[in-house]
């Protein structure tokens, strides 16, 4: 089983939906969490962390299960400049961070 | 305040030779960390550096490929003797701190081996 695993999509969804991703992870003992964004192989970038309680910034929405292992993305109103490759990001232990395949989301006019 | 600076961005290499990809971090930044990207694939961890120590290297394929982060100067990732399944986006990211899950990347060097 992976580290951590993600559906790759890729997710088409219309201007202004909400489209929401998961991504699960292997070992509980993990500690934080992320979702980074990645365009046109650039760089990824940090999009946001994700806390225990969830966590809000503007149209997106991260929450975090323990329980079942997952982690969540929501974004909501969505816009033509969304359409990325969304990567979940683990801290497994220390400082290693394991990326997830990412899931590509092109959102249409 | 410059970001992290990855060169050079495109390394032609044909098969045989040694590839150095150099990465210098974010001013401040002590930690440094290697990812490789295989095309439609996810960034996989090779090697956590902090200045001078390799802390890391469980992602690092166990021959010809090595890294370093001297006092002075940048990072280096050294590939010795390329084969075509190192063409790869490599990138680079650079840290505060220890603890700090927040990673700067640079615009990676994109390898192709010929």
């Known amino acids: 089983r992976k580290e951590v695993e993600q559906d790759p999509g890729p997710f088409n969804v219309p201007e202004g939906a909400t489209v929401a991703f998961n991504c699960t992870y292997s070992?509980?003992?993990?500690?934080?969490f992320f979702w980074y964004r990645q365009d046109c192989r650039k760089e990824p970038k940090l999009l946001m962390s994700v806390y225990s309680s969830g966590n809000e910034d503007g149209r997106f929405t991260a929450q975090l299960n323990r329980a079942s292992q997952y982690i969540s993305l929501l974004i909501r109103d969505s816009k033509l400049s969304d359409s990325a490759t969304y990567l979940c990001v683990v801290n497994i232990e220390a400082q290693k961070l394991v990326f997830g395949q990412g899931t590509r989301l092109t959102i249409n006019p | 305040n410059a970001g992290v600076m990855q060169n050079p961005r495109h390394l032609v290499r044909r098969r045989g030779q040694e590839a150095r990809l150099r990465c210098s971090p974010m001013k401040g930044h002590s930690h440094v960390y290697w990812y490789r990207q295989l095309p439609e694939e996810g960034l996989k961890f090779m090697v956590y550096l902090q200045k001078e120590n390799i802390i890391d290297e469980s992602g690092m394929p166990k021959e010809r490929f090595s890294a370093e982060f001297p006092k002075e100067g940048p990072s280096i990732l050294r590939i010795q003797q390329v084969v075509r399944g190192d063409s790869a986006a490599y990138f680079c990211a650079s840290s505060a701190g220890a603890t700090s899950g927040k990673l700067f990347f640079g615009s990676g060097t994109q390898l192709s081996v010929l």
């Open positions: 070992n509980s003992a993990s500690q934080s």
